[in-house]
């Protein structure tokens, strides 16, 4: 295993980040960390990225400890930040070559390396263009041409397509998933949108520093099991008493949506609404998504 | 892991940056020469007030020339540093050398007006300042990174220049002499820092020295021991690994 977190716990002061986080990443796959805001998923790629030491348990990425032996992790990991990393003054290749420098890459070594990065990334027509000109899609490629360039194991990604419009972000999962299937590069991304997390091969869900679920995205999806049926209505209580007296099933209240998961809830919702004239402002119903897996496990949703 | 090669590519960093912002450089020259021009002419003294606008120049250049740390933080670009195998040695150094360059050239500028102030220098005398003048605005840019490294916002930083080294420069005989001064100033003028670096250029300009001021060698040696300890406190500062911090 490529990753291995072992009991990993995290504490800042008295709040606990982590709490006895334990998984293993495969090489080769892309790997996601899904999870709201606050919960844990910043302090996790901290630690993998040696930014910061854990407080209890072990880390280790590419067969070392990111604790013990920061340097050989640093060596083996690409890192690219949600906030930008690039120098704004220099251009798109003095970035990159001096990015190469600090990795002790030097000479036709680098100027190639370079060069694979930028056609890879397809920036070589942006390779002169000064980093404040370039768009936020074009600046996260650069980004990831300048994680890329000691050729690593592991890239780790923190929100990568925060700040991304629609066009940029199916852009970026393609290049992520061609440097998945052709150079066999590990990706672990942090991320809290649904989107992103659909196209990684497992997940992990995290929640209050603990984890919730794990597998791949259809695997979790399979936990929720038929229709997800979302129901508005005028008074909750009263539907959710009648719904459970007639269909033998629970409804979730959600605000003011009775929320259920059925087997056959292509018939269920004819039946309702006929059974319940009137007393239904809406009726949607969808395929299972990551948003219930989490909330099935949670209660909270993760946007 | 090589030490000099991430310690020439953040020195040429600082070159380029520093060269794609015109106004900057621009400023860089302006104000010391200003200053120097309205004091020296209300003393009607150009010759006596030029050494201590010489080392103001590169004290402050060399200061605030580490205020990029703090850019650099906000930016992002020294994270990725920091994630980096270099040794941080290798980056406290190509970033005091990038930073500390910048700060002698706006020093140099300065000295470029030197035939203009009546002192008599000799071209050794020259050379020399050349050389003392790396050595102070290495010193000072180390006091920079040092205060920078702990600062996340540039006004904390204006504020610490303001309280700390202004005053300090006031006191340092740029501004009036040893034998001007009363007693207890004396020795504030003597346990002052600054003192031995606007010292090392007054001699070394001929400027009037007055009795009881401190020899040539006694104003090195503080100043370069000073930028020695500076230097490694710095790299102290950026080995020391986070445990914590916010969330």
Redesign the interface.
């Known amino acids: 295993m490529i990753v291995s977190v072992e009991n990993l716990t995290h504490r800042y002061g008295s709040r606990t980040a982590l709490n006895g986080l334990s998984f293993e990443v495969a090489e080769g796959s892309v790997f996601g960390l899904l999870g709201p805001n606050g919960g844990g998923k910043s302090t996790l790629f901290r630690i993998l990225a040696t930014m910061m030491s854990p407080t209890e348990g072990r880390v280790s990425v590419a067969g070392y400890d990111v604790d013990r032996d920061p340097d050989e992790v640093r060596r083996h990991i690409g890192v690219v930040f949600q906030t930008q990393s690039l120098d704004k003054k220099l251009t798109v290749e003095e970035n990159l070559r001096a990015q190469g420098h600090l990795y002790g890459l030097r000479g036709g070594n680098l100027t190639a390396r370079v060069d694979n990065a930028l056609t890879r990334l397809s920036l070589t027509e942006r390779r002169g263009d000064i980093v404040d000109t370039l768009s936020g899609g074009l600046r996260r490629r650069v980004e990831i041409a300048k994680a890329l360039l000691h050729h690593p194991r592991v890239l780790l990604m923190d929100e990568p397509s925060t700040g991304l419009d629609p066009g940029a972000r199916r852009e970026l999962a393609d290049h992520i998933a061609e440097l998945r299937d052709t150079e066999g590069v590990t990706v672990l991304i942090t991320t809290h949108i649904l989107d992103e997390a659909d196209r990684c091969d497992r997940l992990l869900l995290l929640h209050e520093g603990r984890k919730v679920a794990e597998g791949s995205p259809a695997e979790l999806k399979a936990r929720v099991g038929g229709l997800v049926v979302a129901l508005e209505v005028n008074d909750p209580d009263v539907m959710t008493r009648q719904i459970q007296e007639k269909f033998g099933v629970t409804p979730q209240v959600v605000g003011e949506t009775l929320r259920l998961e059925i087997e056959n809830g292509h018939r269920f919702v004819t039946e309702v609404v006929e059974a319940f004239p009137g007393a239904i402002q809406s009726v949607a119903f969808h395929k299972p998504t990551l948003e219930d897996v989490f909330l099935d496990e949670t209660g909270a949703t993760i946007s | 892991?090589?030490f000099w090669?991430?310690v020439?590519?953040?020195w040429?960093?600082e070159m380029?940056?520093f060269w794609?912002?015109k106004t900057r450089v621009l400023g860089f020259v302006a104000s010391p020469l200003i200053f120097w021009l309205v004091i020296g002419s209300g003393f009607g003294d150009l010759a006596f007030f030029y050494p201590g606008a010489l080392t103001l120049t590169v004290m402050f250049s060399a200061v605030f020339s580490t205020m990029t740390l703090i850019e650099d933080r906000k930016?992002?670009?020294l994270?990725?540093?920091?994630?980096?195998?270099?040794p941080r040695g290798a980056m406290v150094l190509g970033k005091l050398l990038g930073s500390s360059t910048l700060a002698w050239l706006q020093a140099l500028a300065v000295l470029a007006f030197l035939p203009f102030t009546g002192l008599e220098v000799t071209a050794p005398g020259v050379a020399a300042t050349v050389g003392v003048l790396y050595l102070i605005s290495f010193t000072f840019t180390a006091l920079g990174f040092l205060i920078a490294w702990n600062m996340d916002s540039a006004q904390g930083f204006h504020a610490v220049m303001n309280l700390v080294l202004f005053p300090l420069w006031m006191v340092s005989g740029a501004l009036f002499g040893f034998s001007s001064a009363h007693g207890w100033m004396q020795w504030v003028m003597r346990i002052n820092p600054l003192t031995y670096a606007t010292v090392a250029i007054r001699r070394l300009l001929a400027a009037e020295v007055e009795a009881g001021t401190p020899s040539m060698t006694v104003s090195l040696a503080v100043t370069a021991a000073c930028g020695l300890l500076l230097w490694a406190a710095s790299t102290a500062a950026a080995r020391r690994?986070?445990?914590?911090?916010?969330?």
Not at chain 2, 79 to 86: G, N, Q, T
Not at chain 2, 241 to 247: E, I, M, R, T, V
């Open positions: 892991m090589k090669l991430p020439w590519t953040l040429q960093r380029i940056r794609r912002e930016e992002g670009f994270l990725s540093m920091l994630v980096s195998p270099a690994k986070s445990s914590g911090g916010s969330a």
